[in-house]
């Protein structure tokens, strides 16, 4: 009689938690399908939309964005004596660097863009790699020079922009345009424009709630590893300009730098003359046979232990029989 009856407990007790557990596992499903389905939009739709694997979004250059409202106006990019090829800018009393100086002056760090095409002019079988393109000066530069290009940024109206500049200049099919951040890995990051400059990107890493940004202030961090399968095998020149995630992208890129020939990197220099990054990056990059020079004068290689006093733009050369 008794131990029937504990055995009854028991079964009703064992009921009860099976009913419980699937009760709770019925709303555990819901809710991490609800947040999951919630956080994972963008990445669904930019994975629909390209039909890629991974969350490389490759830009339809062929879209007409020449009426979007931030395009205050085109002008000409004239460096020295490379030809000349149409730019929009920005209003220049909201970005009042590069488009103002574009307006003014008719192009923007020259000097390095120059530097640039005479290391491309010295091997045609470079190809030239634009992160942190901004509105494209340096990728609008290499194209009309007649050198592929694969230029990547956060920031969906520099590429709006930059599309209308290449179909201007009838540039369209030298350059392969990406919307992505670059990051360690992949991530939703928001930005804030800066508000002097509009091309340059205040980052914000890891971003959960994603219903305060929008497709204005917001991409799609990937890994440099991301990008490789699209340039294995390839030689390049990179100029890196990501509002200090260098080394986050070369954290994320160490596979890039196995199986893509990276011959130059030029990076700026003056977010990292001090900081623990700059140590890091230097690590990274004399691991893997890189020295630095000076990008305007290339006879002579810095020393690590002047890194403080650096230019402010460091071009690192990985085969040193292009010293010149
Ligand atoms: C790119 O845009 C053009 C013009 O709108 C369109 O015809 C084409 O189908 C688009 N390509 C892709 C891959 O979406
Ligand atoms: C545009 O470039 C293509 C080759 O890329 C060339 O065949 C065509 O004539 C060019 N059109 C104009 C208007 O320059
Ligand atoms: C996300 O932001 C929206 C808009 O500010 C807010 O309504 C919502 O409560 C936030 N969600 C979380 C989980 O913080
Ligand atoms: C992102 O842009 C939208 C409008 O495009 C704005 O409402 C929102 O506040 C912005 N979010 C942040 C975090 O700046
Ligand atoms: C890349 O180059 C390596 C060495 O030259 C070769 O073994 C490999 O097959 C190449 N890979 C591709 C995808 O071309």
Redesign the pocket.
Known sequence: MFSRKIIKRLILALLLACVCYSVFFVIYVLVKYTITGRTNTKFKSARD??GLENEVR?F?????FSSAKQIHKCVFLKVNTLESTPICVYDPEVDLFVSKYIINVGSWEKDLILEVVSILRGDPSLEFLDFGCNIGVYTLAVAKFGRRVTAIDANRKNLEMLTTSLQMGNLTGMVTLIWNALSDKIELVGFKERETNVGALQMISGVMNNSIFTDENSSIAIALDDLMPLLRNRSVIIKMDIEAFELKAMIGGKKFFEEVDVKFLLMEWVHHKDSDDGARIIQFLTCRGFQPFNPIVRSVSLKIEDRKSWPEDVLWIKDLNWVI
Do not use: A, I, L, Y
Request: proline share 0%; hydrophobic share 50%.
């Open positions: 939309v390209m490759v339809n250059t062929s879209m007409d």
